[in-house]
């Protein structure tokens, strides 16, 4: 059974710092990894996509990375900034279905 | 190009009533997800449903819960008898194909009173 653990539960830097949030998963097994981050109240927004053939994708100040073998993501996110406050949420899918698994999510507060 | 669409924002049942939400994917996409996150827990699978058909529904209660996603219209997640287990933010995602990304919708909060 797929299960996904994220590291920290909560962080909270200062404005400017660089970070890295922590995800893995039981299985290696899997067909593709996102990361999204959920504001409260609100649903998820998919950041990043990594299919399982990939070792990193980027976009503008986050870049995640996937080692497959080790069964571990980590999403970084540069020169944060206070609107990067959000929950921030890894899932992984399995080769066959759709259906997405879950970490816990790290709640991450960057202090201006 | 309109998000996943999901209505109501926010519904109250009394215990025994019934739930229905509403499910509205992006244009083009002819996979849909619901998801369920408990108050303190994760999000969780429930079940996946093409056009006619369900896909996967082995994160769905097998009483109670039930889900469709007809030829035409909003997929309908619908919760008979609701008790307050019950309450918690549903969310629905849709995708293109198999595994590519999911997009997700705002959610349904639902209380049971």
């Known amino acids: 059974k797929q299960e996904v653990t994220q590291i920290p539960a909560a962080l909270s830097v200062p404005e400017g710092e660089n970070l890295v949030l922590n995800c893995s998963f039981t299985?290696?097994?899997?067909?593709?990894l996102q990361w999204f981050r959920q504001d409260p109240g609100k649903g998820l927004t998919s950041l990043l996509l990594i299919q399982s053939s990939q070792r990193e994708q980027t976009s503008g100040r986050l870049n995640a990375s996937l080692d497959k073998s080790s069964g571990r993501s980590t999403l970084y996110i540069a020169a944060s900034q206070p609107g990067d406050s959000a929950t921030y949420l890894c899932?992984?899918?399995?080769?066959?279905?759709?259906?997405?698994?879950f970490g816990q999510g790290t709640e991450l507060s960057v202090k201006p | 190009n309109a998000g996943v669409m999901q209505n109501p924002r926010h519904l109250v049942r009394r215990r025994g009533q019934e739930a229905r939400l509403r499910c509205s994917p992006m244009k083009g996409h002819s996979h849909v997800y619901w998801y369920r996150q408990l108050p303190e827990e994760g999000l969780k699978f429930m079940v996946y449903l093409q056009k006619e058909n369900i896909i996967d529904e082995s994160g769905m209660p097998k009483e109670r819960f039930s889900a469709e996603f007809p030829k035409e219209g909003p997929s309908i997640l619908r919760i008979q008898q609701v008790v307050r287990g019950d309450s918690a933010a549903y969310f629905c995602?849709?995708?293109?194909?198999?595994?590519?990304?999911?997009?997700f919708g705002d959610g349904t909060r639902l209380s049971i009173l």
């Open positions: 899932a992984v899918s399995r080769s066959q279905g759709g259906k997405l698994i």
């Open positions: 299985d290696s097994a899997i067909y593709n």
């Open positions: 995602a849709s995708s293109d194909l198999i595994n590519q990304p999911q997009h």
